[in-house]
């Protein structure tokens, strides 16, 4: 089932969708190269049913015959221009990376579609001059403590640290080991982050640090952790090396089995 995807979509139909990829080709075009224009395609076609789509590399090499570098390279593109959005995606079961999700963005043009616009005055039509009694009554009627609460009492974090800080609060009650977490994250995913294959793979690597991170906390609820920071990092180390791992071999066009001599 893939209905999941229709929660990372930002249209709802198919029109909205295609408009869309229509714009934004005519607005990049001088920026864009003619696999790129085919990459974006093929992720509209994948997107039609609901709104993203869930697409190995090597399904893209295939449909538009170019190599995994230059695909790579084209999402890349893609992303940087702000045409599409490319998710991360951790297999629930087994706990490593799979394909990526890739969702169609909407223009400035579309986020205008829903701004009411001003209607014309009939010819002959009188202006109503401004009544500043009305005006008295309306912000006599609004009270300062009903601003308060409208006001919304829960900030959501968006940075990681803010994130640990908050999943440590609401589980085990004790938000200061965030710094631990981070500092292990921090260490681990520059040691990845300095080699150019993985410079892109910053917002991957926060989504491992915070996966590993429920998962020693689900631990603790079945067994005890003496070092709970150092638990995280085996974890964290092993939710790396699978990711990478299962990409390694992508980035070749040669088989596996190039490699080896007999």
């Known amino acids: 089932m893939t209905t999941y995807l229709s929660e990372y979509a930002y249209f709802t139909n198919k029109h909205d969708l295609d408009a869309a990829t229509r714009q934004h080709v005519l607005t990049h075009w001088n920026d864009m190269n003619q696999t790129e224009r085919a990459v974006l395609d093929m992720i509209r076609r994948y997107s039609v049913k609901y709104g993203a789509a869930h697409l190995k590399h090597e399904t893209i090499e295939k449909a538009i015959k170019k190599s995994n570098a230059t695909v790579r390279r084209a999402i890349r593109k893609l992303v940087k221009l702000e045409i599409i959005e490319r998710i991360h995606y951790i297999r629930p079961v087994m706990s490593g990376l799979g394909a990526n999700i890739y969702v169609i963005k909407p223009t400035n043009d579309q986020s205008k579609l829903n701004t009411p616009q001003s209607t014309e005055k009939p010819l002959g039509s009188k202006v109503e001059p401004a009544k500043p009694q009305t005006e008295a009554s309306l912000s006599k009627a609004i009270k300062p403590k009903d601003l308060k609460r409208t006001f919304p009492t829960e900030i959501v974090p968006t940075t990681l640290f803010g994130k640990m800080k908050s999943l440590l609060s609401s589980t085990i009650g004790e938000s200061k080991l965030a710094r631990n977490f981070y500092g292990v ?78």
């Open 185 to 262: 994250y921090r260490k681990q995913s520059l040691q990845m982050l300095k080699f150019s294959i993985h410079e892109d793979k910053g917002e991957l690597f926060e989504q491992l640090a915070m996966h590993a991170l429920r998962i020693a906390v689900q631990t603790t609820k079945q067994k005890k952790v003496r070092n709970l920071p150092g638990y995280y990092s085996g974890v964290l180390r092993e939710l790396i090396g699978k990711a990478l791992f299962s990409e390694a071999f992508m980035d070749y066009d040669v088989p596996v089995e190039g490699f080896f001599y007999r």
